[in-house]
């Protein structure tokens, strides 16, 4: 099996910092937050971010889907660093450089577009006992643009030196254009475009360029309640997932070379998988319900688990192994953290 070299892996998507504090019932109900819940911050939210940080125990780390699953890869694979390469944009301040100080502690090889019209993109998890409340402020990841960060020579560089690529869904909200151009070269080439549904609303209100993206896509990841949502919106008359798998495999595709594979994660329910014409399930690795402590980061991590196996042209049945063991590691930690090294065979 070939081993994974630096750059080899392409993430691009909403950079966020993720900040971490116990906080209590009365914190919560000063900005409306229910105990267990992920938001987009409103104005009413915008104080929050800045008391949260004056709390004892802060905890800061990279974060965001995207750059969350190539963080993952690259501790899957360990050496050498820097096989995850990933764009977003940042803020030209304080949370922005303790984000490029998180990203290099990860070993990603991160290349921000840097501005200073919008603070760096942030996302608040207000912990009270085992609940987690996340509210996200986009703000800089918003800001990403094309013309000023993908096109420039020297970054188009290192798009090209990939072989396996991944973009969240939640990035064509900011900047399909650049997904478009990226998925385009990757079709172009033979290579190998991944893609997750992100989340409903994705599926529901990004409709259009979700589809324009979709015949370059290679590999689509989602949940259960994510492919259940896109067969509702794409007119698929099955609420079956193993035939929603089979029906998004057989959307029209671009480069027919390379057979699209989707795979749903269920939760705790087995992982469906499209294998050639065949539609099949892996059971996720057994866990005592009391040993999860959150399960935010499962879909990131799932995602950076199978990656890492991708990159090294492993089988698919190894890609979610690595998946699930991943996964099985993260919802046994608080955020999407993970310990210094792996013990995945």
């Known amino acids: 099996m070939p081993s994974a070299v630096e750059n080899a ?35 009413n939210h ?20 995207t750059q969350n699953s190539v963080k993952i890869a690259q501790w899957m694979l360990q050496e050498p660093h820097k096989v995850g390469t990933f764009f977003g ?30 603070p760096t993109g942030t996302c608040a998890a207000c ?29 188009w560089e290192l798009v090209q030196k990939a072989k396996v690529y991944y973009i969240a869904g939640f990035f064509l909200t900011v900047s399909p254009e650049s997904i478009l151009k990226v998925a385009k070269h990757v079709s172009d080439n033979n290579k190998v475009f991944c893609m997750n549904l992100s989340a409903p609303f994705i599926s529901q209100f990004f409709k259009e360029d979700l589809m324009k993206i979709m015949p370059y896509v290679d590999v689509l990841f989602g949940n259960e309640t994510e492919a259940a949502t896109f067969a509702k919106e794409q007119g698929f008359k099955t609420e079956d997932i193993a035939q929603i798998a ?50 935010n980061g499962a879909g990131d991590a799932f995602v950076g688990g199978f990656l890492s196996q991708l990159v090294v042209e492993s089988p698919l049945e190894e890609c979610i192994r690595a998946g699930h063991y991943a996964a099985n590691v993260i919802i046994q930690r608080v955020g999407c953290t993970f310990p ?4 995945f065979h």
């Not at 993720?18 to 109900?29: H, M, T």
């Not at 004892?56 to 965001?64: N, T």
């Not at 450089?97 to 501005?115: F, G, T």
């Not at 210094?340 to 013990?343: F, H, M, V």
Request: proline residues 3%.
């Open 46 to 65: 915008k104080a929050l971010f800045e008391e949260i940080v004056k709390k004892s125990h802060v905890e800061y780390h990279a974060g965001g889907a």
């Open 246 to 295: 089979r029906d998004c495999q057989n959307l029209p595709k671009q480069n027919e070379k390379r057979r699209r594979v989707v795979v749903f994660t269920q939760g705790k329910d087995d992982t469906v998988a499209t294998v050639g014409d065949k539609v099949t399930t892996f059971p996720v690795v057994d866990i005592d319900q009391s040993a999860i402590v959150d399960t």
């Open 340 to 343: 210094e090294k792996p013990d």
């Open 89 to 118: 944009c940042i803020g030209e301040d304080r949370f922005g450089e303790i984000l490029k100080q998180k990203a290099r502690e990860a070993h990603v090889d991160a290349h921000y577009y840097e501005q200073n019209s919008e």
């Open 127 to 155: 912990i009270t006992g085992d609940n987690r409340s996340l509210v996200a402020n986009l703000a800089a990841a918003n800001c990403y643009k094309k013309e000023k960060h993908l096109d420039l020579e020297s970054n």
């Open 9 to 43: 892996l392409f993430g691009m998507g909403n950079p966020l910092l993720d900040i971490s504090a116990v906080v209590d019932k009365d914190f919560l109900d000063k900005y409306g937050l229910k105990p267990n819940d992920q938001i987009l911050a409103e104005d």
